[in-house]
């Protein structure tokens, strides 16, 4: 299947929903940056979760980033998300190794305690940034927390990753469901009931339920309408002249002392891992740029 996100409406639309199969991003993801299975965990939920809330976005050019510093092994994970569906992210410690809790992946044990900060930029004098503190650390409350405290949106936030025997990613995504102010009690009481009874994301997903399938679940009895679909991906835009600019901004004296160490530099993307080099002559003109 490949990864993509609806977004849909139900109640006649006192619910917003959204709903996301991410399985190849993740993996795409842990490939980059060799994570172990808990880290894969981790990244893989919030990836998924921060694209799909990219999607809530309007313009093009904005961009949503999701930064979770914890006191767990983990040491903390940054996604970036755009609003057409491309999302990169990396976790500070990608070789995290933790037992399982309850048969599971514990996702919620390698972050610990921590504070997750929402940074939306929408092309305004100053970003909008929203912060939490950590509820479970298992990412899907913590940004089910974040909803309803600093947006004041109540919503149910359900996110998965599933990992094969080999450590590959065997199924990853997720839905987002929130409900407008206006909702009438019934329709509010029915999704609570669905709520309770789904089963989890990656047991859906590991049926072969689509997207759509998942929101089928979660919205039923509640004339559920598809508004679109978008292809979703793990997107890096950083480049060789990208990260010149970053080489530049570190100053004249750094540069120089590279220079004079004599030898290549390799510069490697936070978020895709992807290695750049440069050779002793490229790091004079970078010099001769930076005066």
Do not use: W
């Not at 919620?108 to 503190?133: C, N, R």
């Not at 927390?145 to 990853?172: C, H, I, K, W």
């Amino acid at each position: 299947m490949k990864d993509y996100i609806v977004r849909a409406t139900a109640g006649n639309t006192q619910i917003r929903a959204f709903a996301a199969v991410t399985t190849n991003l993740v993996e795409e993801a842990r490939v980059h940056h060799q994570t172990s299975p808990v880290a894969t965990a981790a990244l893989g939920r919030l990836l998924t979760g921060g694209v799909m809330m990219g999607s809530m976005m309007k313009n093009d050019t904005d961009m949503l980033t999701i930064q979770i510093k914890c006191s767990g092994d983990i040491e903390g994970l940054t996604v970036t998300a755009d609003s057409q569906g491309n999302v990169k992210g990396y976790v500070f410690n990608p070789d995290v190794m933790l037992p399982p809790k309850n048969g599971k992946l514990d996702v919620g044990g390698a972050l610990g305690q921590g504070v997750m900060t929402i940074i939306k930029d929408m092309g305004l004098k100053e970003p909008y940034s929203g912060q939490t503190i950590l509820q479970t650390g298992e990412i899907a409350e913590d940004l089910t927390y974040y909803f309803a405290t600093s947006e004041q949106v109540p919503s149910s936030v359900g996110l998965g990753v599933l990992m094969n025997g080999d450590n590959t990613v065997r199924v990853a995504g997720g839905f987002i469901v929130q409900v407008m102010p206006f909702i009438e009690d019934e329709v509010l009481n029915k999704l609570e009931e669905n709520i309770k009874k789904i089963r989890s994301v990656t047991a859906m997903l590991d049926d072969g339920h689509t997207p759509e399938q998942m929101l089928e679940q979660v919205l039923e009895g509640l004339d559920l309408k598809i508004t679109d679909t978008m292809p979703t991906q793990f997107y890096c835009n950083c480049s060789k002249k990208r990260i010149e600019k970053a080489i530049i901004s570190i100053g004249k004296k750094e540069i120089q002392e590279m220079i004079d160490e004599g030898k290549e530099i390799e510069v490697k993307c936070h978020f895709c891992n992807t290695a750049y080099h440069y050779s002793v002559d490229e790091l004079k003109e970078l010099l001769k740029k930076s005066r």
